[in-house]
């Protein structure tokens, strides 16, 4: 089956640096999603990209389906404390969906 | 938006008992729903899909006796844990697909098993 591997397993960044993520695979995707979930939370969709090349954003999230369409990345700007959390790529192919590991995000103040 | 609710948040059971956990689909309807389980720190592991009107498919290793799902509306899908044991305490999360493909998910059970 698909497999998205995600990367780095973990961060651990000062408040105020950038912050880069990325998933990829050896099949190709229709859709790449990104997700963020807080401790004891369901994951909430932060950014859905549907073609290709498309460069999307969400606040200080920015997020590309890369051009090959078997990766994607995800970049946070100017990181603050409430970023912390585990991300999570999906991608989406014929109706079937495969997620990443996560990446687990720790900021400190 | 797209909004799905769990219920309920968080379950204390006795080894042996059974339980439900409801996820809802509030503003869409949903003819897939998944549900997950994940362990503390890990990643989410897909237990089974969810068809409206139909039977689930579980994934390998998932145990159909054990975890009944039942998904009778397009905004309602169930999931019973029989015969609950320690190991199966968890973290229960329930997702929902839209027509568009994005999978929204629902805020997540806490399952304890005494």
């Known amino acids: 089956g698909q497999q998205l591997n995600q990367s780095p397993q973990s961060m651990f960044i000062q408040e105020g640096e950038d912050v880069s993520m990325n998933c990829t695979s050896s099949?190709?995707?229709?859709?790449w999603l990104w997700y963020k979930q807080e401790p004891g939370e369901g994951p909430v969709l932060l950014i859905a990209?549907?073609?290709?090349?498309e460069l999307t954003s969400n606040g200080r999230l920015t997020a590309q389906f890369g051009i090959t369409r078997k990766d994607s990345f995800l970049n946070i700007s100017a990181s603050i404390p409430s970023d912390v959390g585990i991300y999570f790529c999906?991608?989406?192919?014929?109706?079937?969906?495969?997620f990443g590991d996560g990446t687990t995000l720790t900021v400190k103040p | 938006g797209a909004v799905v609710s769990q219920h309920p948040s968080r379950v204390i059971c006795k080894s042996g008992t059974s339980v439900k956990i409801e996820c809802r689909s509030l503003?869409?309807?949903?003819?897939?729903m998944f549900w997950y389980r994940q362990f503390p720190k890990q990643s989410l592991m897909l237990m089974a899909t969810?068809?409206?009107?139909?039977?689930?498919?579980?994934e390998q290793g998932v145990e159909k006796d054990k975890f009944l799902i039942n998904h009778a509306s397009l905004t309602l899908s169930t999931l019973t844990v029989t015969s609950a044991h320690p190991e199966d305490s968890s973290f229960y999360i329930c997702?929902?697909?839209?027509?568009?493909?994005?999978?929204?998910f629902g805020p997540g059970t806490r399952l304890t098993v005494t």
């Open positions: 990209l549907y073609k290709a090349g």
């Open positions: 969810s068809n409206e009107g139909s039977k689930a498919t579980y």
């Open positions: 503003d869409f309807q949903a003819t897939t």
């Open positions: 997702s929902a697909r839209k027509e568009t493909y994005e999978q929204y």
């Open positions: 099949s190709i995707f229709n859709t």
């Open positions: 999906a991608g989406l192919y014929a109706g079937k969906s495969t």
